[in-house]
Structure formats: structure tokens, C-alpha cells
């Protein structure tokens, strides 16, 4: 996965997420895997009935999606409108064993009679792209595509409110082995990092340092000697009238802390020194430079903070430009 492959594109990645995009403790997804090393939860539905994206975003995307007629047909098809019947998209990644395993995990209301019909017709019209098997009561579909060449996915349903996916057949069929309310034995330190995330957030993410570790991440001296320092990294992205960003990086120790908070703020200035050359001046770029603007690390006992923010007000009249 492209943003372990290295430290500086690693918290690049970190940010840009962030920014692309009350407390309530997080619960463990049951049908995680059970190797998981890092988790990242978008909160669809939160999302979509923020404020902000109410005023200034729900009608253009909702305009956006009927102009795709292709992509019409087939949610018509499905019965399923992503503006109303998707909760949230839960994706796991396990990065400490050669290449990256991921399962994506998408919540809320499906028509499973409807998904089945659609894909039967798919089989009927294009032989050899999606083909079905059996994994006890449940259908595991195979689909083969011409961007993922040779490799295919994998894709099922354990109940009418939950359609997994991934790379691996065994992370599918672990999953629907879970539908029976069934936790899994993820690694304590995921665990723990997922409950002390707010469920409330847009978008929230967490991996132990650990597993950072054994990752390509890890891979460049940079790298290392960053990651040698962290417990965790967690964070997430609030959107309701305002946007606020924070990610917090647990040091080992104080002194860890201090010289992560040292490194932090190196990338920082590196980032934002890039950022305004990159907008030169243009208008439409100004929410994003005022938010990498905002950006600030802070440094309390072994946690150091990267935070940032932009108010309604601020994106109101980026938007107006």
C-alpha cells in the first residue's frame, strides 16, 4: 500500500486524508480480521447530515451521481441510494506480513434479493468476469476486472445490513463466519486504540506503532528512526458546521515525544512551504492553504498533536471564490 511505503509519504497521506474529508467511544467491528493492523472508519452518514455538507455540498453530489448515467442504472438496479441506505465504510488493513490485505466493510440497508439479481445478470452478460461459490449458506462472488488484471476480489453479504470485500477469499469467508455475532480476536493493541476513538467523528483512523514497525514504513532510515519512537498514531476529521482535524502521534516517552514533536514539525513547515507554492495565489486554493495554515503541534507529556481547523465561515467565502 503506497502510504506505508515511506515515512514522509505516510504522514503526507495522514494529512491529505484528513483534509479531503460530541465524543462517543468506538466499538470493535465484528467482522474485522482477526490480523488487523490498522483501522479507518468513515461515517457516512454523519457525513452526509452535517451541516456543512447540507449547505454547501448534499445537492451538487446528488447532481454529480444522476449525471453518471452508467452508475444510475446500476444503483436503480440494486435499489440502493448511497444518499440514504449506506451508514459507513469500515476498512482494515493488515501491512506487516509482504503485501497489504485489506477487507472493506460497508454498512447500512441493502436489498440482497435485488444484488443477487444483478449479479446473475452480470454473469449472464459478461462470462468469466464474476463467477459464485458457496461458503455454507452464504455466496462468495469472485470478480475479475481488467484494472485489477490477473487478481481478483472478493465479495459477500453476512447479513442485509453488511457487504464485505477484499483482496483475500479468506478474509471474506472469516468474515461471514462472524455473522452469528461472533467477536474477533484482534490484537490488543488495535483493540484499544479503536475504543479510545470517537464513533461520532467523520472520518477516524488508528495503527499502533508496532505494526508501522514491520511495515515498508519503516524501510527508509527517516522512517525508522520516526516510527522507532511511536506507541500510535490515531486521529480523525470532525465535519458539522466547521471542520476540525487532529491527529495524535503517543510517544514511547517524554523525550520521544519531544523529538517526535521536533520531526513533526519540520514535515510541517516543509508542507506548508510546498502548499504555497503549489497555490500561488489562487483563490480556489485558499481553504486549503488556511488549513494547512491552522496547523499546529503540540507537545503534552507522551502525545504530540497535529491539529488543525477551518470555521464556516472561513469555507464559505473559499467557496464563494
Not at 7 to 14: C, E, G, I
Not at 126 to 155: A, N, S
Not at 157 to 176: C, F, G, M, R, W
Not at 286 to 301: C, D, F, P
Request: hydrophobic share 40%.
Amino acid at each position: 500500500m503506497s502510504m506505508f511505503t515511506r515515512s514522509r509519504t505516510t504522514l503526507a497521506a495522514l494529512v491529505v486524508l484528513a483534509l479531503a474529508i460530541p465524543a462517543g467511544a468506538a466499538e470493535v467491528n465484528k467482522f474485522l480480521p482477526d490480523d488487523t493492523d490498522a483501522v479507518l472508519v468513515l461515517n457516512v452518514k454523519q457525513l452526509l447530515n452535517s451541516p456543512l455538507v447540507q449547505k454547501h455540498a448534499l445537492e451538487e453530489l446528488k447532481t454529480m451521481l444522476k449525471g453518471n448515467s452508467e452508475a444510475t442504472k446500476h444503483l436503480e438496479a440494486l435499489g440502493f441510494d448511497p444518499f440514504k441506505d449506506l451508514t459507513s465504510i469500515t476498512l482494515a488493513v493488515c501491512i506487516t506480513k509482504g503485501e497489504p490485505k485489506a477487507l472493506m466493510i460497508a454498512q447500512g440497508d441493502f436489498d440482497m434479493a435485488k444484488f443477487e439479481h444483478k449479479a446473475e445478470d452480470l454473469m449472464k452478460e459478461k462470462p468469466g468476469m464474476l463467477k459464485v461459490t458457496k461458503e455454507g449458506k452464504f455466496k462468495i462472488y469472485e470478480l475479475k476486472t481488467e484494472q485489477g488484471g490477473d487478481k481478483p476480489g472478493y465479495f459477500s453479504a453476512p447479513d442485509s445490513h453488511t457487504i464485505v470485500a477484499s483482496n483475500q477469499k479468506e478474509y471474506v469467508v472469516n468474515a461471514l463466519g462472524r455473522s452469528d455475532n461472533k467477536r474477533p480476536t484482534i490484537k490488543k493493541e488495535v483493540e484499544e486504540l479503536i475504543t479510545k476513538a470517537d464513533a461520532n467523528q467523520s472520518l477516524w483512523f488508528a495503527v499502533p506503532g508496532s505494526s508501522l514497525l514491520n511495515s515498508d514504513a519503516a524501510g527508509s532510515p527517516d522512517g525508522k528512526k520516526f516510527i522507532e519512537k511511536l506507541d500510535s498514531v490515531r486521529g480523525g476529521v470532525s465535519i458539522n458546521r466547521d471542520v476540525k482535524m487532529a491527529i495524535d502521534f503517543v510517544a514511547k516517552g517524554a523525550d520521544g515525544a519531544k523529538e517526535l514533536a521536533e520531526m513533526l514539525q519540520g514535515y510541517l513547515d516543509q508542507a506548508k512551504g510546498l502548499l504555497a507554492v503549489l497555490a500561488g495565489g489562487k483563490k480556489e486554493l485558499e481553504a486549503a492553504v488556511g488549513i494547512i495554515e491552522s496547523m499546529k503541534v503540540e507537545t503534552s507529556g507522551n502525545n504530540v498533536s497535529l491539529k488543525a481547523e477551518a470555521s464556516e465561515s472561513q469555507l464559505e467565502k473559499s467557496l464563494k471564490k
